[in-house]
Every structure is written in C-alpha cells, then in structure tokens.
DNA sequence: CAGCGCCGTAACATAATCGTAACATTTACG
DNA sequence: CGTAAATGTTACGATTATGTTACGGCGCTG
C-alpha cells in the first residue's frame, strides 16, 4: 500500500525515537538583558541542556506553546509582557500548563514571590544567583514536574479521546457527547480497568458541590453506554455489581 | 454522526514525528504517471532530497500523516480523490496545515491556479516543466515554510486569511470583519481544531488589560459567523458545551 | 459636531442537558 | 421458582448554557 524506497523507511525509523526519548531536557530562556542571556545560557548548556532563548514577552509565548520546553527561566521585567503577564498566560493552556517555570528576578520582595507563584511559577530566584543554585533549583523542578502531564489523546481500544479539539471517536464515528459523558468517559480512560463506585464518581467528576443522588451515575452510565456502542451490542462499560463501574474491553 | 477516515484522527494534534535538524528534507510526490514519478524522483534525489511515493490520493492524505514530508508535489489529477481535494483536505489537519505544498498540473489556466491557491497551495507548477525550475520553486517553500500559526497567509477549509493585506475571504467571497472579529478569527485559524474557552479567547484575542464579560465573547463569536457564513448553513465554527468554541469543519 | 462603525452589556429567547422518580429487567440466592 | 436487591431504562420538568437582539457609548472621520 505504502510506496516508499526501503532506504527512507529505515533511515526514519532509526532516527525517530531518538530524539523522543533519551534528548536533552530543553530550557526556554526568557530574558532581555544580554549579559544575563549569555550566562544563563553558558550555564545551561555546559550542565547538558539545551537552550532556546526568547527576549520579549510574545516570543515568550510564542516559543513555549511551538517548542514545548521541558523548564522555562522567567524574567520579571521584559518588554511587551511581564513575566508575571506570560506565566498567567501560559498557565491557561493545556500544553503550557505543567511546564516548569522559575521565575528571575532583581528583588527579592517577598511580594512580588507570593504574587509570583500564585501566577504559577514554580519557583523563584533572586538576582545575582549562583550557578549552582540555578542548576539546583532547575533539577528540583524538573523532578517534580513528572506527573502532572495529562495527556492530550487519550486512547482505550478504539476509542480515541482528543482533549485539544474535545472530540471523541470509536473507531471511525464521531461520537457526540453531553458535557457530562465527557467528563466521565474521560476520567475512565484516565485510569482504564479500574472500578470506580458512583461515589467516586461523583466526587470526581460531579465535584463535592452539589449533592447528587448516586442512582444518577446510573442514568449518565446508560447515555454513555448509548452514545458510544451506536447499535452494535460491543459495550465497553463494565458493570460491577455493588462495586461500580469500569472501562473494559467487550 | 459522521464518518472519518482514521487516518484523519491517528496523529490528529499529536506531535509529528520530529526529524534530526541535518537529515535530507523529505519530499512527498503525488503522482499517478509512472514516467513523471520517476522523473521527479530522480530529480529531487539528485539534488539531496529524500522522496516517498504516493499514487493516488487516499495514500497522499495517509503518507502526509504518517511521514510528515517537509513538502509535498501534488498532482492535479489523481484516482480517487483529486489534488484539490487533498490539498483542502490536508489544510483541515493541525498536522499538515502547514507543509508546503506544490500544484503539479498539465494546464495553466489562470482559474485553476487561483483555485488551487485557494485550497491552501503554496506555488503552481504547470508540467511540462525544467527540473531547475522545480527545484527553484521547491527551495522557495521550504524557505519560507513555517507553523501554520506564524503563517502570512492562513488556510481553513475554504477561508483564506491574508495577513499581509488584512484581507478574509471565504471561497470566491470577500468577508469583511471588524478589528475583533479578525483577530478572533486568525487566533482560530492558528489554532485550527482547537477549543478555547472564553477566558482563553479574552486572554488572547482581547489581551488582559481591561475587564471584559466573559459573555461578550459570544457576541463576537455571533457576529463572525453572521459574517462568515453569510445565509449559507455551513458554520466553521463549533460551540463545545460548557467549554468554548474552535474552529472546525462544517 | 454629526454620522458611522465598532464595541460591550444586559435582557430576553431558545436549546441542550441534567437530575429524579417511576417502572422494567436482571441477578443472586435460598 | 420465588423474592429481594441491584441495575437498566424511560420520560419529563427544572435548570443552565448558549443564541440573539437591541441599545448606549465611544472614538473617528468628514
């Protein structure tokens, strides 16, 4: 089906998990002042990352959201956006939301930190600073930021949940779901297999807010259940008598 | 419900593969006459490109997907799906909204050429044509290749966004827009597929700097449809409950 | 300064979704 | 088999989100 020489083929399949998997964290620079820019970078790249620089606010932005940077050094005065501006700002993506950031900075008030880190950065680190606090500081963040990737495309079977343009297909329908059937299809295949009791549901994906009845998770479980398996008896929802209910295989 | 083909939704917003920065740029060539295949190829190989082979227009979508090709020589006549309709179709996708593309085709009328251009072709070639010539126009597009959102020119469907003279057409029509709806508009087509909440948008298209009703977004969105879509029924616009809005095809 | 286009907002209209209760069916178990 | 408990299914009124319209204000431009 595919027409391709053998000879691409195997040179892009050696080449592609290459980079994916054991490539040097990059670290996004965002800084305006040059000498600073240089240190940073020199720093950097001689403990083994790779370096992007950007030196406004709109780079900034622009940068993170194409070059997916594994931590980004923030400064707090630039032109066209602050750095308080950009940090808000990335945290409202998805793609953004989890990177790392710590935030650089002349003064030291503990103001402007608290003001810092409720934006989202974080950590936080004073002008002049030390090499080796930098580098210190960057491989604790860089440890802490494993988890919190969700992913984007969630995958059970043939089912294919995209986050990004909220769209879910099984096999090659598009299925069309009611917020709530969302928010529960999504949250099985966050954790597929695992039973989930309508309590837990309801804290979950309901929110603790508003009291609802369990018997409800019954009636969305049915919506579901409707909305995915169209007429064919393939039924990905599991019932688990007086336990709950699971993603799983037909 | 509507039927896609899978292959539209197996990379759909994933990252594509990503190719070491000095390999051979990859060349896709759509064509379905074996002696112009052969010819383009050897050409292009010459001149230091990698080339993968599609021969008919269900493979051109499934190679674009999958190889990521740095361009791709499109055919005008193909079996089973025309270059128009691969190439509309290719600008639909994230993916591959922004490789370049060139128009191969055995006529030069004018008509076709805007047509083409239209559909999110990047340049024309009407055979036959000089290997030098093709090579030029190649090293043009991938000059200036660049992500879609950074584009001067964006492409969706039928909606063609100059950047450069500010202009928006939809198909053969001209759409005029106020400042706002513009820039609502370029952020969708950055961003093609992807949902945004108001908040976002607010962030985004208005900027932070005064308040703004999060309800006012959907006036906006009200009026770039009105104008958008004119009386026809085909909303490129799609409202996720609870959610947001994106960008997407009727 | 009058007219025009654009904007933000509130108010009202419409549509989608939600939660619940009532009834139907299945399951477990003696 | 027969019964009780658990789950499946359905229909419907209430609620909420979004669509739509109209209006006043503001900044330009002639």
Redesign the pocket.
Known sequence: MMQISSQDFLLRNDKLPERAKDSKPLILIVEDEEAIVTLLDYNLRSAGYDTIVARDGEEAVDLALTMAPNAILLDWMLPLRSGLEVCRHLRRFPETNDVPIIMLTARSEEQDKLRGLDMGADDYLTKPFSPQELLARLRAVLRRAQPARLKEILVFADIRMDQGSHRVTRGETLI??????F?LLRHFMQFPGRVFS?EQLLDTV?GRE????P??V??????L??ALNGKADSDVIR???????SLDQP
Request: proline letters at 3%.
């Open positions: 069309e779901l009611a917020p709530t059937e928010r309508r309901w508003k009291e609802v009845e018997r409800t019954d009636v969305h479980i049915r919506r259940r409707k019932t688990v008598r007086e336990v709950g209910y």
